[in-house]
């Protein structure tokens, strides 16, 4: 930060130009640069969006002249979700780590409604984790695999008549988000004149809804009378194909019709070619640096005064990071005309002690709902105990009535035993008597029968 302090003074100054006597050697910087960019290598990520089944995998394998493999998608999907693939390519001396993030189940949903949402949702994650890395205090961005989108081939189907509600949605929502461009895919199923008017019409569909896509750049004069030619050749209708067939003297890619071929990289058949070179040749470098400087800087910038950071103060005086402090002691008086201005470090203090209020206050809220519900648990809970205690007391009281109804019955049947013992043992003497007494008896009867006789 002290060090862009210093460009910013060193800018104010008037700076003199001089002239050479002698070779220096800094002319060779943009070798340099060219070196250092080869070893570290390039990386670029296309975003492939359109219909299952519409020719985006073929488009990219002819694209790229390989056969990335990717896996066949159904229409039964039921939601939309994002599929990448990162491949390494090489072409010369010159490596490229290619992301392929290919929409599997874009439009087979019945209700399409937040379809591009999934979409939205991968760019800014893209965005955040790049943001993210930036605000670390150790970076390494040298070695970061950057995921954000370079590129959007948007795939439209060839109708011949207008943009489906769906892709005026999906690109309004994704303009500022990432550079468009538009194909119409399978091109060769329409013939010359359709196509030309689908193109105007398309065209004028995108203008009068505000959609804004990408437009090759024209302040570079050496690229700039081509670029111009091909922003009124958008958008462009493609045909891929990895098939090699014999045309006279040349093996060249085409797709074999029953009234004839159609060869995919001449420019009298398709636009195939002009796509590879804009997006390839031409203007790849361009979308990375679009991508770097307008779309993320959006998102950066709005996530920054999400979090309360301005580029102004108060006073609408530029914020200041505070120098170092041998800087500031050599330049007391830039110090301290910058004294009054709300500093960077000023703002993130402000911010952090707001949130970390806002983090008191719902703790505290937290506390007082825990404690709340608590209480109300421990009333219910008495509740409860209450009930079950009467409850117990019922039944206690319950028990011991029919544990005395139990012992009188126990004391009348035992009194009524004791009686009925008492009246047997009565019985049984009164029956042993007379058992006794009836011989006796029966004797004399016998003895005074004789006598009789």
């Avoid at 290619?98 to 939205?120: A, M, W």
């Avoid at 009124?232 to 209708?237: C, D, I, T």
């Avoid at 703790?363 to 209450?386: D, G, N, P, S, Y």
């Amino acid at each position: 930060m002290a060090s862009s302090e210093v460009a910013r003074q060193l800018q104010n100054d008037n700076c003199r130009p001089l002239s050479l006597s002698g070779h220096v050697g800094f002319d060779s910087l943009p070798d340099q640069l060219v070196n250092k960019s080869i070893s570290q290598g390039f990386c670029f990520n296309i975003l492939c969006i359109g219909e299952t089944g519409i020719g985006k995998s073929t488009l990219i394998d002819t694209l790229f002249n390989t056969s990335f493999d990717d896996r066949v998608s159904t229409h039964f999907q039921p939601n939309v979700r994002l599929r990448a693939q990162t491949y390494e390519l090489q072409e010369s001396n010159v490596r490229l780590k290619l992301t392929i993030v290919n929409t599997v189940g874009f439009g087979d949903q019945i209700n399409k409604e937040d379809s591009y949402q999934p979409i939205v949702d991968y760019i800014d994650a893209q965005f955040e984790a790049y943001l993210q890395e930036e605000l670390k205090i150790k970076r390494s961005l040298y070695n970061y695999h950057d995921t954000r989108i370079h590129v959007c081939l948007y795939f439209i189907s060839p109708t011949g008549h207008s943009l489906k509600t769906l892709d005026l949605l999906t690109m309004k929502n994704l303009d500022s988000k990432v550079n468009i461009i538009p194909v119409i895919a399978k091109a060769d199923t329409i013939s010359k004149t359709e196509l030309q008017k689908f193109k105007i019409k398309l065209m004028s569909e995108l203008v009068s809804n505000g959609v804004q896509i990408y437009q090759f750049p024209t302040d570079d004069e050496t690229i700039s009378k081509i670029n111009a030619t091909m922003n009124g050749h958008l958008p462009f209708a493609v045909v891929g194909s990895m098939e090699e067939m014999k045309v006279g003297n040349k093996m060249v890619k085409a797709r074999q019709y029953p009234w004839g071929i159609v060869q995919v990289e001449n420019e009298n058949h398709c636009d195939f070619v002009k796509l590879r070179e804009m997006l390839i040749c031409t203007n790849m470098e361009d979308l990375r640096e679009q991508t770097h400087a307008r779309h993320y800087e959006l998102y950066r910038r709005c996530k920054l005064e999400e979090m309360g950071f301005r580029d102004t103060g108060p006073e609408n005086k530029p914020v200041r990071v505070p120098l170092l402090k041998g800087y500031t002691d050599s330049k007391k008086s830039i110090s301290h005309s910058h004294a009054s201005v709300e500093s960077l470090q000023e703002t993130y203090e402000a911010k952090r002690h707001e949130f970390f209020g806002e983090l008191q206050r719902k703790e505290e809220e937290m506390r007082q709902m825990f404690v709340q519900r608590v209480k109300e648990k421990e009333a219910i809970l008495k509740e409860a105990e209450r009930e079950l205690q009467a409850k117990f007391e019922h039944l206690k009281r319950l028990h011991q009535e029919e544990r005395m109804k139990l012992e009188e019955k126990r004391k009348l049947l035992e009194d009524d035993m004791v009686a009925f013992n008492k009246r047997k043992a009565a019985t049984e003497l009164l029956q042993a008597q007379a058992f006794a007494s009836t011989p006796s008896v029966s004797l004399k009867k016998d003895k005074d029968r004789k006598n009789f006789m």
